[in-house]
């Protein structure tokens, strides 16, 4: 909605600056999008005097004028015929921006004579498109602000054009005067009255209008309109071109431009018809369908059944509510003229509006609601206008129909904005913001105006008193707490769990993805899934028709998007549910990470090397640990289909599985599309357990000032052991001492066999004794080395190599 500040003070007396207004629009919920100031560009600009003027000497067409200006004397050179001596002119100095020309002056030399900056035509400064001299004043002293000149004589050329946004619940303030009772409700101003006197119609109108029963229900309830003979239609006046041009307008004719004028005014939408191109009455019916229109924007529109037609003996003559048609359209020879003024019914209107694909100022306005009062006073308004601007005689008013009731009533509970709002506002005050928007006050029930349909309940009450009274004076207060002491945690332990995989995850260099929980029948069974119970029953697409049985496919599916387009480095994880069923209690939360590609970006160093299961392995370890994991776990090769069956594990607390880690199934990246080798984990949260005992904080660092002992050993065993059979038996030799086993080297093959035997090989172990209470003598210290060698014989068969 665009409209100047001239326009605005027609119906609002006041005083109040244009920041001001601004910034109460705003806060009313009129929101300002832009403004357009044309002082601003002036300011800089002051009026000056031409004390004489001379021939350039070396130009036939300059000349050398000394100008009185507020700094003394300036030598300008102009090449503007009508400088010359005695005249009051607009004084653009060195550094002043020129907007017509754009361009910032400087002192510079004309044909070898310096000059002091410039004086200006109305072209240069854009006030207009006369360039053929330079402005001449007839008024104003040296040294005066040439916006402050033009203020007081030519106050049009400085007037702001305001542009807003309307949200779709405002149509009262899709007119002029309903932002005016904005403003004057917010005590910015006073509201003008309205002054509708009727026109008393000289004769009969010869065209009649008839709405067809089916439309007056809804469709539209009222149409009303008459003849208006013996106009003028010529250009119309400059007051009201200049307005409509200051909002993006172009003037037509005298008679669209009023009809235009009230539109934006008032927010009622007119229509004028050219009386002498209508045959008969005009009829207002639905389309059935297949009728053409010319319309006014030159295209041609086919009716489809239903649509609301004004038509007369000739057929179509208008899109009823949305834009008329060419061939009763008002040119300079119209010289009668029959002026439409009707109520439509919003939800119609936005249907035809739609399907014909057409945008206009009147559909805009009828889509959201019009004021259906005012139908007759906007035709009384018009009609004056054009007789006024146009001349011509009037007719008796036609019409058919009523105007439909709009009168409701809410109970007013003064109470109700302090316990919905939070604010302190006087029961007076209230009632005079409700009173000064329009409301009708009668006891406690209010009336809403028939300009605000939005207006639909008590709440809605309310609503206009906070926002008059300004929603910024609403002061933060802690809201009270239900039960004393410090309040329980916000978030349930789960959502920490999950909060944690996700940042730990991400921490550990991994990109998060979110993708949907359906995925195809063929992945889905892939991974473990693909049962009825987890099929859709109306499937977004044939891609999305079963619930996800693990986060790996989305993940894999993602990996493949991004190899496609040349990313080859890819470190994935998503957190999120999987569903083992259709029931409530068959999904489950889980974390899983997707690696492809190389650890590191290429450098100098070799530290490059691709991503293995050993990677994914530990990253699966940090994120158990994070979520409250213990650090001591069983690790078994019974790892799901969809992994390595070689270079895969399981990690658990006997046969409760946390987690699985490993190479991903070279069978499952050809389905997925998925260069690979690709290693991956999920972990399956919820069955982390929790602490047995729950404390506000960590338990205490663990450490001793004494020196820790390494000892390493190197067992030959069999082929088939399992080197965490190994592990384990060593750590079980002192549960106490010994801090850490880890295997450090590995010896198979054939070399190995040759030199141990067939059918064995070599694993070599580091132990990490770590005592608290005394340091170790190196007899506790060869016990504790022979133990080790007992456990780990007793466990693998496996004895201490040479």
């Keep these: ?124 400064l ?63 101003g006073k509201l003008k009255p309205l002054d509708v006197q009727p026109v008393k119609g000289g004769f009969e ?15 539209c309830p009222l149409f009303t309109g008459r003849l208006i003979r013996g106009v003028k239609n010529g250009p119309s006046p400059a007051w009201l071109q200049a ?86 359209g008002c040119t300079e020879e119209t010289t ?23 945008n206009s100022d009147a559909r805009y306005r009828f889509e959201r609601g019009v004021d259906p009062d005012f139908t007759l006073p906007g035709l009384e308004l018009a009609t004056r206008m054009i007789l006024d601007l146009c001349g011509g005689e009037a007719s008796e008013v036609v019409m058919d129909g009523a105007v439909p009731v709009t009168d409701r009533a809410y109970r007013f509970d003064p109470k109700k904005v302090v316990s919905l709002v939070g604010m302190n506002i006087a029961e007076g005050d209230q009632r005079h913001t409700l009173e000064a928007l329009g409301f009708t006050l009668k006891g406690d029930m209010a009336h809403p105006p028939s300009w605000r349909p939005d207006v639909l309940g008590e709440a809605d009450l309310v ?96 990996a493949a998007r991004n ?34 590609g190389a650890t590191a970006p290429r450098d100098p160093y070799g530290s490059r090397r691709p991503a293995d299961t050993y990677d994914a392995k530990a990253d699966a370890e940090a994120v158990l640990a994070a979520l409250g994991a213990p650090q001591k776990v069983q690790i078994s090769r019974k790892a799901d289909d969809w992994f390595h069956p070689g270079r895969s594990g399981v990690m658990g607390l006997g046969p409760n599985a946390l987690c699985t880690f490993g190479e991903v199934h070279p069978k499952v990246l050809r389905a997925m599309d998925v260069k690979g080798p690709a290693v991956a984990f999920t972990i399956h949260v919820e069955k982390v357990p929790f602490p047995k005992s729950k404390t506000t904080t960590r338990a205490a660092l663990g450490i001793s000032d004494l020196q820790a002992v390494e000892r390493d050993f190197a067992f030959v065993v069999d082929r088939g052991v399992e080197a965490l059979t190994l592990v384990n038996a060593a750590q079980g030799a002192d549960k106490v001492l010994i801090e850490s086993v880890a295997v450090f080297d590995q010896f198979t093959g054939e070399k190995a066999e040759a030199q141990m035997g067939a059918g064995k090989k070599s694993l070599a172990i580091s132990v990490r004794m770590q005592p608290r209470d005394k340091t170790l003598t190196d007899e506790e210290i060869e016990a504790v080395s022979a133990k080790i060698v007992e456990k780990v014989a007793k466990a693998t068969g496996g004895t201490l190599r040479g």
């Excluded at 009707?342 to 939800?347: L, M």
């Design 1 to 124: 909605m665009k409209f100047t500040l001239s326009w605005l003070k027609d119906h609002l007396e006041t005083q109040a600056t244009l920041d001001e207004i601004l910034y109460a629009l705003t806060d009313l919920g009129l929101e300002v999008e832009e403004v357009q100031n044309p002082a601003a560009r002036l300011s800089a600009f002051t009026l000056a005097k031409v004390l004489h003027a001379e021939q350039h000497p070396d130009a036939d067409k300059l000349r050398v004028c000394r100008v009185l200006t507020d700094e003394g004397e300036k030598q300008i050179v102009c090449g503007a015929p009508n400088a010359r001596e005695g005249i009051t002119v607009v004084l653009c100095k060195p550094g002043d921006y020129v907007p017509g020309i754009d361009v910032t002056l400087g002192v510079g030399k004309i044909r070898g004579v310096e000059s002091h900056g410039m004086m200006a035509s109305e072209r240069e």
């Design 126 to 188: 854009e006030l207009s498109d006369e360039h053929d001299g330079i402005i001449e004043l007839p008024s104003g002293e040296v040294g005066e602000r040439f916006v402050d000149w033009l203020a007081a004589n030519r106050p049009g050329a400085v007037d702001p054009m305001i542009y807003i946004k309307i949200t779709p619940n405002r149509p009262d303030a899709l007119g002029v005067r309903g932002i005016a009772r904005d403003l004057a409700a917010r005590g910015l």
């Design 205 to 219: 109108s010869p065209i009649k209008v008839v709405i067809d029963a089916a439309l007056k229900e809804k469709g």
């Design 243 to 328: 307005r409509l041009k200051a909002i993006g307008l172009r003037p037509i004719s005298a008679l669209v431009d009023i009809t235009n004028f009230f539109t934006f005014d008032q927010n009622r939408p007119l229509h004028v018809f050219d009386a002498g191109k209508v045959k008969g009455d005009l009829r207002i019916h639905p389309a059935a369908g297949g009728e053409t229109i010319e319309a006014l924007d030159e295209k041609t529109y086919t009716f489809k059944p239903g649509m609301m037609v004004i038509s007369d003996d000739n057929g179509p003559e208008s899109i009823a509510g949305v834009m008329g048609g060419a061939v009763s």
């Design 336 to 358: 009668d003229v029959f002026l439409e003024s009707a109520y439509w019914d919003p939800i119609t209107i936005a249907t035809t509006g739609r399907a014909l694909k057409i």
């Design 463 to 558: 609503e206009e008193v906070a926002r008059i009274a300004s929603l910024t004076k609403l002061e933060g207060k802690p809201m009270r707490r239900t039960k004393p002491g410090v309040p329980k945690p916000i978030l349930t332990p789960m959502q920490m769990r999950e909060k944690a995989a996700r940042r730990t995850l991400a921490a550990l260099g991994y990109n998060e993805c979110v993708t949907y929980s359906f995925i195809d029948g063929p992945s889905a069974a892939m991974f473990g899934g693909g049962e009825e119970a987890t099929r859709i029953e109306n499937p977004i697409s044939s891609e999305m028709t079963h619930m996800r049985p693990d986060l790996l496919p989305g993940l894999l599916q993602a």
């Design 563 to 596: 190899q496609a387009r040349g990313f080859m480095d890819l470190a994935l994880f998503e957190v999120g549910p999987a569903f083992a069923g259709g029931e409530p209690g068959e999904q489950a939360l889980q974390a899983a990470g997707l690696l492809i």
